[in-house]
């Protein structure tokens, strides 16, 4: 008797544990909680395709690879060599300001920017939502900037040049508002990111600015991503640019620039 009483309990415990997750199983497919493992290959589900470097559906090549033609810079330190944008300083010719070859085909607002780069030292950056600063010098720019550098310190993060600074460095996604900048999520760690990119080679830089949402994209990996709340500092359009830094000599060049307006 005592052996049926035991059984009976047994029985009646292992009905009671199946019953609850049962209807923990179906409260989590309600809430929408995936079951398992995830559905579809390296983090992609049906339909969801992998990001192709190459595709310029919908782009327009912004520079013909001969001319400097809609482009404006000082004409001492830029210049067309082998199909490609260069930037160059020299002992004998140096840099006391940052300067700028800007384009002057419009001021795109919602867009995609994609363009090859490669340097050799110190630092460098595409502008874009940009405006001129002709009361400090000519080809001076303020505004947002996909950040370069030779060490890859800084290369891949937000950056906002002659503004508010660092608005996300490498590996984090942030809210901007006035007075405050917060990390809200993060991506691979800054170091990991790093490894990703080319020293001394060509790099593919993506830039996606749509309304207040600003992202960049190195080498077809996510490095950083901005929301710009801050309505009294933010820009919605303005200029596209490369930067060339003052300080030691450099070179920097850029190739298969593609823009497309959103």
Not at 100 to 120: A, C, M, S, T
Not at 140 to 164: C, H, P, S, W
């Amino acid at each position: 008797m005592k052996k049926l009483v035991a059984i009976s309990a047994v029985l009646l415990a292992a009905a009671f544990l199946l019953l609850t997750l049962q209807k923990t199983s179906t409260k989590a497919q309600q809430a929408g909680v995936q079951q398992g493992p995830p559905r579809g290959g390296a983090g992609r589900g049906p339909g969801i395709e992998a990001l192709a470097m190459d595709d310029h559906t919908g782009f327009e090549a912004i520079f013909d690879g001969k001319t400097l033609k809609g482009w404006d810079g000082d004409p001492t330190f830029w210049r067309v060599e082998n199909d490609e944008i260069v930037g160059e300083s020299t002992p004998e010719k140096q840099l006391k300001v940052n300067t700028f070859l800007i384009w002057r085909g419009g001021q795109p607002k919602d867009f995609e920017l994609k363009v090859d780069y490669r340097i050799n030292a110190t630092n460098s950056g595409v502008q874009y939502r940009s405006v001129e600063l002709l009361e400090v010098g000519k080809w001076v720019m303020k505004g947002y900037q996909a950040d370069i550098d030779f060490q890859n310190t800084y290369t891949g993060q937000l950056y906002e040049e002659r503004g508010r600074g660092f608005l996300a460095l490498r590996g984090q996604i942030t809210r901007l508002q006035q007075g405050n900048k917060r990390v809200v999520g993060n991506l691979q760690s800054g170091d990991e990111l790093k490894s990703l990119i080319k020293a001394n080679d060509w790099n593919q830089f993506h830039i996606i600015a749509r309304g207040n949402t600003l992202t960049h994209i190195l080498n077809g990996r996510l490095m950083a991503v901005a929301i710009d709340d801050d309505a009294a500092n933010r820009a919605m359009g303005g200029l596209i640019g490369f930067q060339m830094h003052m300080g030691p000599p450099m070179k920097v060049e850029f190739r298969n620039i593609w823009l497309k307006n959103l």
